[in-house]
């Protein structure tokens, strides 16, 4: 085990874990952070997905120290359930969620993507978000939140 830094949601912590821990179990497990789920572990399904540097990634598969002392926002980080951010009030709106399992990826995903393409088609939108996995078929209602997101911007 060594001491690794990470900055989460604005915050140096330091952790002890070992050199293979993947992201999401240090934020899981050390830092309490909800966010970000264990869907495939395999980096598949995005249900762990949170940004490092403005860059969304899976934290299942990236070593937590790999990204050690780099900018990590998990979905907590853009948010509170008592504020959330307006990406997460649309989807609120839309009632996107219907589990909730894939709303993390999904969120932030779309976060990530809409810092990069201010103005996108519904295509592109649907583009984006493929790459994450929604076993219960809210796929339409999560592309609407995007656009009630962009309606308001």
């Known amino acids: ?21 993947p ?11 909800k966010g970000p789920k264990f869907g495939c572990g395999l980096g598949q399904c995005g249900a762990c997905t949170v940004h490092v540097d403005g860059q969304a990634i ?10 050690s002392n780099k900018k990590i926002t998990t ?26 399992y894939c709303i993390n990826g999904m969120i932030m995903t779309a976060s990530a993507f809409l810092a990069k393409n201010k103005n996108p088609s519904d295509q592109e939108i649907t583009d984006a978000l ?16 995007v656009k009630r997101y962009l309606s308001l911007s």
């Open 1 to 21: 085990m060594t001491q690794t830094t990470l900055l989460v949601n604005g915050k140096s912590k330091s952790i002890n874990i070992d050199d293979d821990t």
């Open 23 to 33: 992201l999401l179990y240090a934020l899981r497990d050390d830092l309490n952070l």
């Open 58 to 67: 899976r934290s299942c598969i990236t070593p937590a120290k790999s990204v």
């Open 75 to 100: 979905l907590e980080g853009l948010g509170s359930s008592a504020k959330p951010s307006k990406l997460q009030q649309a989807f609120i709106d839309e009632q996107a969620a219907q589990c909730g």
């Open 130 to 145: 493929s790459g994450n996995l929604c076993r219960c078929g809210t796929h339409q209602r999560i592309v609407a939140a």
